[in-house]
């Protein structure tokens, strides 16, 4: 990718919508297909929800350890490039910092919603949002139950057996997939995948895995 270093900038650049060359150029070729949008959605649901790695917890997280680390070198590398483009010269007091205190308090935690509304009118998430699920429980026998909200939309399908509730290729819903009614009694390790399924549109693909000490991808 040509200027890496542009990332992070104004808070509602568009790099899925707009003809931009790199690094989505491949992207915008390719949803025109059916399956790599919808695959593409499993992918952003993955990271820009609850625990993701596009969240804003998790985006700010990444951010401060990797400022951390050059904390002293930046000092360097304003003496270095600092006057370069600007008299008076960026300073790591005045300029960074500042930076560091705009990202953390007006980009990460606004940049995630954004990014998915446009990923929402590139086709590249569907309209439905995907299941959520709730644990509840957790005692020392094993037992949790889990129960999934749809968010008043449609009817969510799901299956245990690691088998998407939706099959590939005709969209039909799975002959694994279970009708989700009421919550369900499930031991520690079990997998859980699940879809919402309205006016012939499938949602993202909601999968999280249940334990006793820690739940990836469940309220």
């Known amino acids: 990718m040509w200027d890496g270093e542009h990332v992070l900038q104004q808070l ?7 003809p931009f060359e790199v690094p989505f150029r491949l992207a915008q070729e390719l949803r025109s297909n059916a399956e790599f949008r919808l695959a593409f959605a499993d992918r952003a649901q993955k990271h820009l929800f609850q ?27 304003s003496a270095r490039w600092g ?25 990460f935690p606004r940049r995630t919603g954004i990014f998915l509304e446009q990923l929402r009118a590139a086709g590249l998430y569907p ?6 699920f709730f644990r509840n429980g ?12 749809s968010a008043g939309a449609g009817s969510i399908y799901f299956t245990t057996n690691g088998v998407d509730p939706r099959v590939y ?20 390790g079990l997998r859980v995948k699940a879809r919402v ?14 334990t006793n000490s820690l739940t990836r991808g469940i309220k």
């Open 12 to 18: 509602n650049d568009d790099t899925v919508n707009e």
């Open 138 to 149: 957790g005692g020392v026998d094993g037992a949790v139950e889990l129960s999934m909200s």
């Open 127 to 132: 309209p439905i949002p995907a299941p959520v």
């Open 169 to 188: 290729g005709n969209g039909a819903v799975s002959p694994h997939a279970i009708p989700y009614a009421n919550p369900l009694a499930i031991h520690d």
């Open 197 to 210: 399924w309205k006016d012939a549109t499938w949602s993202a693909l909601a999968d999280a895995t249940v």
């Open 51 to 77: 625990d993701g790695a596009l969240t804003p917890g998790a985006a700010s997280s990444r951010w401060m350890e990797r400022a951390a680390q050059i904390d002293h070198a930046i000092i360097s590398e």
């Open 83 to 107: 006057g370069f483009r600007r008299d008076p010269p960026y300073t790591r007091d005045e300029d960074w910092m500042t930076e560091q205190r705009r990202l953390l308090k007006s980009y």
